[in-house]
């Protein structure tokens, strides 16, 4: 019944690309339909195995693997890992998708692609619920690329737009450089183990056969799989570009699938990771330095999708912050082994499992502003409160949850994070907290933007007084992820991975680290409401009194102009390729036109000798006979 939780979205999409798409073109509603049933039913079992996991002697429920490759003495087996941490993530994965489908119902709704966007987000659920349960890497590395597939897809649905093509190539293409070094770590460790079970790789980091340089080396190809996936720096300038894909899309890969599965995979592999102080240091710096740089371009960008897109990105790097963190604990030997690698996995998931619920609020908030003003650009916003009362609502719960204001989820989360960080990185944890001020005003800037004020005009030729709330199709699902926003963070999620990270509701607030990044969150919703709501201080004056720092900003730090210019353009195109090119040109062209060339001249040389006139071949045999006799006088 547990691979009937991959199996079942799965059948939804074969359903939809072989049956409904070819012979009941003109009932697309019925695709919606049929990803939807599918993906309650992986809800259900996923509930199912939830409360089996949680009855379960150490929360791991025996599963069965099956021989799927034998190639000499290699046996290469499929099976799946049910554990506190697999149960925890399809519950989630399956709760997020179920809503993103049904919001999707309204927001697609004439859509030209309407059967076949459903039938990429079957195949993008079963992918990423496959890719949780997987229990080996090279099962979990074939639903890796399956998700990697799915992005690309959907980021570029809308192929007849040239930003939304160019969008699903660079993900496509910058998460291969990831990839690549997950790829070559799963060849490597099995060179090195013979084995691609993820328990036993643990097993063997623990009892310290698998050490040194190849662990460490091994660990960071592992690593690298997850920067790629999750956009970390300095893999992370996809991620923004990726808002070119329908909204709902956005909402499920950047709330709980593709981006999570790079925090997923550290997560599954964390004893192995931790065991490397090398390795865990360097997810510990890429996170918290992550977390401060997606932020700070935050704070300028105008798109409001591409506002939560760079939170995502800071968001991700708080998770491999609070792994990285009880990871440097664990190595320098201020926690024992049960104890650091339960936590480190409790601290990071429950961040997730949070952040899933009011990340996609956001995004789906974003995409209801954007059915009533045929615009994402905030510019061309503005008081939306007025005629969007329910998404204005829970646009700002799930504002106040990812700025982490007590009593909702995202404090719950993230103060475990800051507690750890604080222990055991204080740099990364003071860099967190600027982050934590950061967060909350770029959100509320958002919120202020968008919903307060005056509306500014929305897409070209749109007046305000076609201005309306959406409708339930879409109100509903967002209603839900607002209560979720509010109470995830209550819910035992840390206690159900084997670590206490959870405080009491009011023995929070006696503590002096809960009362510092509130008052951080805060300080950042005040400047933001001083800013741009009361105008105390004008942002384009702030803006122009900070100069090449404001450019640096809008600019991304140039890092697409370097990865174009200097590392598509003079590293690949006039570096590398230009070898390649002449390689094929001069030695392999060269070689089959050389060996043409000497082909026909040979046949030129024959057809001339070979002239039919007899006196010409006695001539011939004469020469060769008085070469014969003088080869002979020579050499005898």
């Keep these: 019944m547990i691979f009937a939780i991959i199996l079942l979205p799965l059948f939804s999409f074969l359903v939809i690309s072989f049956v409904l798409r ?43 693997s099956y021989q799927w490759l034998a ?54 659920t079963a992918s990423m619920l496959g890719l949780v349960l997987a229990d080996n890497l090279l099962f979990l590395f074939l639903f890796w690329e399956g998700v990697g597939l799915c ?26 450089l990831g990839d690549f070094g997950f790829l070559v770590a799963i060849i490597f460790l099995y060179v090195k183990t013979g084995t691609f079970d993820i328990g036993e790789l643990h097993e063997l980091a ?11 080396l091994a660990a960071i190809g592992i690593f690298s799989g997850a920067v790629g996936k999750s956009g970390q720096f300095p893999l992370h300038t996809w991620l923004p570009d990726a808002m070119e894909g329908p909204t709902p899309v956005s909402a499920l890969i950047h709330a709980a699938t593709m981006v999570t599965a ?30 401060i740089f997606a932020a700070t371009m935050g704070l300028v960008a105008t798109d409001i999708k591409r506002v939560l897109a760079y939170s995502t990105i800071s968001q991700l790097g708080y998770m491999m912050l609070g ?50 003003t045929g615009t994402f650009d905030m510019r061309k916003m503005g008081g939306l409160r007025k005629v ?50 950061m967060t909350a005003f770029y959100m509320f800037r958002a919120v202020f933007l968008t919903f307060h004020g005056e509306y500014r005009g929305g897409k070209e030729g749109s007046h305000s007084h076609g201005l309306h709330e959406s409708p339930k199709i879409i109100i509903i699902p967002l209603v839900i992820l607002a209560i979720f926003a509010v109470i995830a963070g209550w819910l035992p999620v840390g206690d159900f991975l084997g670590a206490d990270v959870h405080f009491s509701f009011f023995g929070a607030l006696t503590s002096w680290l809960a009362w510092a ?103 011939a045999i004469f020469i060769g006979i008085l070469a014969i006799i003088a080869f002979l006088f020579i050499f005898s």
């Design 151 to 176: 992005s690309y897809l959907l980021i570029g649905f809308w192929f007849h737009k040239p930003e939304a093509a160019r969008a699903a190539m660079k993900a496509f293409v910058v998460t291969r």
């Design 22 to 64: 070819p012979f009941f073109n003109n009932r697309p509603q019925l695709s919606a339909y049929t990803t939807i049933c599918a993906i309650v039913g992986s809800l259900i079992l996923s509930i199912w195995a939830l409360i089996a996991v949680n009855g379960a002697e150490n929360h791991v429920l025996t599963s069965t």
């Design 323 to 372: 792994l990285g963190a009880v990871g440097i604990g664990y190595a320098s030997g201020h926690l024992d082994g049960h104890h650091a690698l339960t936590l480190g996995v409790a601290v990071a998931i429950f961040h997730l499992f949070t952040h899933a619920f009011f990340k996609s609020l956001l995004f789906l908030g974003s995409g209801s502003t954007s059915h009533a």
């Design 388 to 437: 969007q009362p329910w998404t204005y609502v829970t646009f700002v719960i799930g504002s106040l949850s990812l700025a982490g204001i007590w009593p909702l989820a995202g404090f719950w989360s993230k103060e475990g994070i800051l507690h750890e960080a604080h222990a055991y990185t204080p740099v990364l944890f003071w860099l967190a907290m600027i982050t934590v001020f």
């Design 71 to 124: 190639i000499g003495d290699t046996v290469i087996n499929i099976g799946i890992t049910m554990d506190s941490l697999a149960a925890i993530m399809v519950v989630t994965v399956s709760t997020i998708s179920l809503l993103v489908q049904i919001y999707s119902i309204g927001y697609m709704k004439g859509d030209g692609g309407f059967a076949r966007y459903f039938a990429f987000m079957s195949l993008f």
């Design 206 to 216: 623990l009892a310290g056969v698998l050490g040194g340089s190849t662990l460490t």
């Design 262 to 291: 790079g925090v997923y995979l550290v997560a599954r592999m964390f004893p192995m990771i931790a065991s490397s102080e090398t390795a865990i240091t360097v997810v510990a710096i890429i996170g918290g330095f992550t977390a």
């Design 517 to 619: 990044s509130l008052s951080f969150g805060i300080a950042g919703i005040l400047l933001a409401y001083i800013i741009y709501v009361r105008k105390l201080l004008s942002a384009k004056s702030i803006g122009q009194s900070l100069g090449p720092v404001y450019t640096l900003l809008i600019r991304k730090y140039f890092f697409d102009e370097l990865y174009e210019r200097f590392f598509v353009m003079r590293f690949l195109v006039d570096g590398i390729f230009a070898v390649f090119q002449w390689i094929d040109t001069y030695i392999v062209d060269g070689s089959v036109n050389g060996i043409a060339t000497i082909t026909v001249a040979g046949g030129k040389v024959m057809r001339r000798l070979e002239t039919g006139q007899l006196q010409v071949y006695g001539l």
